[in-house]
């Protein structure tokens, strides 16, 4: 069982990312995927989940509104569109498997990749 992100880096405040985050050894079209973040001296934050299907989704309040969580199954695939980022943005972002949307509890976890938000 594997789970790779890519697509971190350093962004300048206002600016976009689009995380990605391939699964494999797993039938990935029966789980959630679930987008977490910690920063340093914080803990893990959910930020996004979208269900099975991708029919339903939801988001943190703290990105509701700038970030779009997506999934391709025929691509073992989930994606994190951020815009507008901003500093407090800044973490190590996950992705995690879970059997269930509704009380995420990840199976499987990826390990992560870095967005920095700095001018």
């Known amino acids: 069982v594997q789970l790779v992100e890519s697509g971190g880096g350093l962004v300048q405040p206002g600016g976009s990312l689009t995380l990605s985050c391939e699964g494999s050894g797993f039938t990935f079209e029966k789980y959630a995927m679930i987008w977490y973040r910690q920063a340093p001296g914080k803990e893990r934050e959910l930020v996004a989940a979208?269900?099975?299907?991708?029919?339903?989704?939801k988001y943190s309040d703290s990105v509701k509104g700038r970030f779009t969580i997506s999934r391709d199954n025929d691509k073992r695939s989930v994606y994190l569109e951020m815009n507008n980022l901003k500093q407090e943005d800044t973490a190590v972002y996950s992705c995690?498997?879970?059997?269930?949307?509704?009380?995420?509890?990840?199976?499987?976890w990826g390990e992560g990749t870095q967005v920095t938000v700095s001018s």
């Open positions: 979208i269900n099975d299907f991708g029919s339903s989704r």
């Open positions: 995690g498997a879970s059997f269930s949307y509704f009380n995420p509890r990840p199976e499987h």
